[in-house]
């Protein structure tokens, strides 16, 4: 690329390159505000360390199939590991695996583990597995995925994962230490929402009417999805408090942890709808564009008429999507409910349902409601002059 090239670039792309630097000063700023706490580990008499280590030597093992569990491993072994990470890396130590049908697995030597090191005050050591060691394999998967996605999609499929990798960054490097500093969870998932729509948009197509118009759309799907979410709640008479697995952030708030859990059922939602509302909002947009393009004689009547002509014949396949995600997570659940003979009255009714039905409709309002919001944003702002 010659310098000519490079200028040439700069100019073009010089409102998107100015709105990616506001964007990364915005995070950074954002990321100064939710730095947690340090913590002393040498300060504290006894304390637990997460680390990994590699086995060794396998000195017991009682480990066996029980075919009541669907043939899962059930038993214990114990193990010599030398510790590969932390203060204790070079050490071997003896580490007890527990194995059941629902956690842990047995281990063979040189397997890598996740191991709980617990130090007591008066210096000794207990080590349990905590976990086979995932990460080499989900790297491996990973790298699978981006060599597909580049491969496939080329400079597209590059640009839509590093979008993935702020998208990533922004939640659990923002958002989650928000929420756990006391943040108001729907305004605070709300503006990140924001934030990775602007910038996501911004990396994938650059600052341009075609975006712009994706983003509003996006914006505003989004909006509704939390708005009927909100809506639903209400007259159900529930919220985040019933989600699964809040029972530990429970515990966190009433050991001081100003966590929000009320609004955690929309903000699900809200995250969830997301990737769908902007997937929506971005073809109604490229697509219009296309037809503008082709006769940009055509008014604002006329071009909302073909964003809604396209839309429509995605509504089906994408709320299909959305609900069959929704109870696709909860799959194993739902088995067990049909197990148990409840009425029908009383299967519809439980908490559980409530919390499906309310996430998948209000995900696939947002998605819906962005199709028409984005064409006539569209339309304006593309055939606007013309009218």
């Not at 580990?41 to 360390?49: H, K, L, N, P, R």
């Not at 108001?184 to 602007?198: D, E, H």
């Not at 396209?310 to 509504?315: A, Q």
């Amino acid at each position: 690329m010659n310098s000519k090239t490079i200028s040439e670039f700069l100019k073009k792309e010089k409102w998107s390159l100015i709105l990616l630097a506001a964007a990364a000063a915005l995070f950074c700023a954002m990321r100064m505000f939710v730095k947690p706490a340090q913590t002393s580990q040498e300060a504290a008499s006894e304390y637990a360390e997460y680390e990994t280590g590699t086995v060794v030597e396998i000195l017991s093992d009682s480990t066996a199939r029980d075919e009541s569990s669907d043939g899962a491993y059930r038993g214990e072994q114990m193990l010599t590991m030398k510790v590969d990470s932390g203060q204790y890396k070079g050490t071997e130590i003896i580490v007890n695996n527990y194995v059941g049908p629902l956690y842990g697995t047995p281990l063979k030597k040189g397997d890598s583990a996740s191991i709980i090191i617990n130090t007591y005050a008066d210096g000794n050591i207990r080590s349990t597995v905590y976990e086979y060691n995932r990460i080499p394999a989900l790297i491996g998967i990973l790298i699978v995925f981006f060599a597909v996605t580049a491969a496939i999609g080329g400079r597209t499929g590059v640009r839509s994962l590093i979008s993935l990798a702020v998208t990533i960054a922004c939640l659990f490097g923002i958002l989650i230490p928000w929420l756990l500093k006391g943040a108001s969870t729907l305004p605070a998932v709300f503006a990140v929402c924001l934030y990775i729509i602007i910038v996501s948009f911004t990396i994938i197509g650059g600052l341009n009417r075609k975006t712009v118009c994706a983003m509003l759309g996006t914006a505003a799907g989004t909006g509704f999805a939390m708005l009927f979410g909100i809506i639903s709640q209400y007259f159900t008479r529930i919220d985040g408090l019933r989600v699964a697995d809040v029972e530990p952030l429970l515990q966190l708030r009433q050991s001081g942890i100003p966590v929000g859990l009320r609004g955690l059922l929309t903000a699900g939602i809200v995250i969830s709808s997301l990737g769908a509302v902007m997937d929506v909002a971005m073809s109604i947009s490229s697509s219009l564009e296309e037809v503008h393009k082709a006769n940009p004689k055509l008014g604002v009547k006329d071009l909302f008429s073909s964003g809604m002509n396209i839309g429509r014949d995605m509504v089906g396949t994408m709320t299909n999507t959305l609900i069959l995600a929704f109870l696709g997570s909860g799959f194993t659940l739902i088995v067990y409910l049909f197990s148990l003979g409840l009425a029908k009255y009383q299967l519809f009714t439980s908490a559980y349902v409530s919390i499906e039905t309310i996430s998948g409709i209000s995900s696939s309002i947002g998605m819906i409601l962005a199709i028409p919001l984005t064409a006539v944003i569209s339309a304006w702002l593309l055939a606007g002059k013309n009218h």
